[in-house]
């Protein structure tokens, strides 16, 4: 079985892939229990004109359309910044076994940093999470776009 690593460094091939798309550089690979990449994503919502465009939501939608099932559950979500509220709710709607993030996000963050939304008692799922996996990877890519956004305005 790869490492949590092998596959962060796919999700932030597709975060640089959003950067390059004026989107903001988040990136995201959903992995079967075989370690197979079923699913894959990056930030949209610019492009797309598209709110839920994320990457979470997009790598899950291609999962879903490649298994033929909304239910990712023995599934591992891979995602280079930590998930929303709108994405943590569809990670526990797609009953994802497992989701392993890069960077904190402790403005918005819905995993860990503002709350955990991923453990509320009423949610009929439960959710393993790990944190911080090439955290200051894709922090870097987050700062670097932002600066470049800052000084271009």
Partial sequence: ?????????????????????????????????????????????????????????????DAAAHLGNYRLEQCTLFVTLEPCMMCSGAIVHARLKRVVYGAPEPRTGMVESKANLLAQPWHFHRVEVCGGVLASRASRLLKQFFSERRSSD
């Avoid at 490492?3 to 989107?23: N, P």
């Avoid at 930030?43 to 839920?52: G, R």
């Fill in 1 to 61: 079985m790869r490492s949590d690593e092998f596959y962060m460094h796919r999700a932030l091939e597709l975060a640089h892939q959003a950067a390059e798309a004026g989107e903001v550089p988040v990136g995201a690979v959903v992995v079967d229990a075989a370690g197979e990449i079923i699913g894959q994503g990056f930030n949209a919502p610019i492009s797309l004109h598209d709110p839920s465009a994320h990457a979470e939501v997009q790598a899950l939608r």
